[in-house]
């Protein structure tokens, strides 16, 4: 098909210089992410005194449970259940691109103290089954069984929620939803929306925040890792040893 209204054919050099003005605004952007990321992080919290029962594939679970050990959570509510088009053959369509697909692998988020699970309330031999289908084995996945969804803003539409535990006590710290959901799925994008964030020396965090050192040189392409990446690892090699 024949496009019309397209921007002008230019020299090398006319391209070149286009898109160095677009990279201005590119790092404006970067920039305004990391302020946003440092916000999110002197958010104030939320303390969550209500108990919460979950449906897991080894049984009943509670929100702490859901931490996995971990210091930090993030729960995306997936609506899989009935009601929802395509039930029960298959869940919600667009959970399915914004968040199903488009999930990193969890280890990079495990080695960052943080623990990502998806609810529904679909019993868990359809969770099981349609997770079998798309491929989504990673994914630890809970069946809601109470209030959980109402209380925190997902009983209505597709959303991710952060907390972070101390002890026993368990805080609510940042809400994402809607369109912001779409740029979820990264590691990092992750992350940012979490109390604690990257946890890397450059951060912008509260003083006492965990944060991995900067290494001090820059090795050779493709060898070791360097500078705000000395934490990163193969996905399978993280309990190896450094």
């Known amino acids: 098909m024949q496009l019309e209204n397209m ?38 919290r939320m303390a969550v005194d209500k108990p919460y029962a979950f449906e897991g594939p080894d049984g009943p679970a509670s929100l702490l449970d859901l931490f996995a050990g ?24 667009g959970c399915s691109v914004v ?36 491929g989504w084995e990673q994914i630890p996945w809970y069946t809601l069984t109470d209030d959980f969804d109402a209380d925190f803003g997902v009983d209505e539409l597709h959303g991710t929620n952060a907390f972070i535990h101390d002890g026993e006590r368990i805080f609510r ?15 990092w994008a992750y992350l ?16 006492g925040y965990p944060q991995t050192p900067r290494g001090d040189a820059r090795p050779a392409p493709g060898h070791g890792n360097w500078g705000p990446y000395l934490w990163w690892n193969l996905h399978d090699e993280y309990d190896a040893p450094a």
């Open 7 to 44: 921007p002008p054919v230019v020299s090398p050099q006319e391209w070149q210089a286009a898109w160095e003005q677009m990279l201005v605004k590119e790092k404006e952007q970067t920039r305004a992410r990391d302020a946003l990321a440092a916000a999110r992080r002197r958010m104030p």
């Open 99 to 134: 968040a199903g697909d488009q999930v990193s692998h969890l280890a990079h988020l495990n080695a960052r103290d943080t623990t990502l699970v998806f609810v529904s309330r679909a019993p868990q031999a359809d969770i099981e089954r349609w997770k079998a289908r798309m």
């Open 70 to 93: 971990r210091r930090q959570l993030i729960v995306y509510r997936f609506f899989f259940e009935p009601g929802v088009a395509d039930w029960p053959a298959g869940g919600c369509r």
């Open 173 to 187: 710290t940042y809400f994402i939803h809607d369109r912001g959901d779409e740029a979820l799925g990264s590691t």
């Open 192 to 207: 940012d929306m979490t109390a604690l964030g990257r946890q890397e020396a450059w951060e912008d965090s509260p003083e």
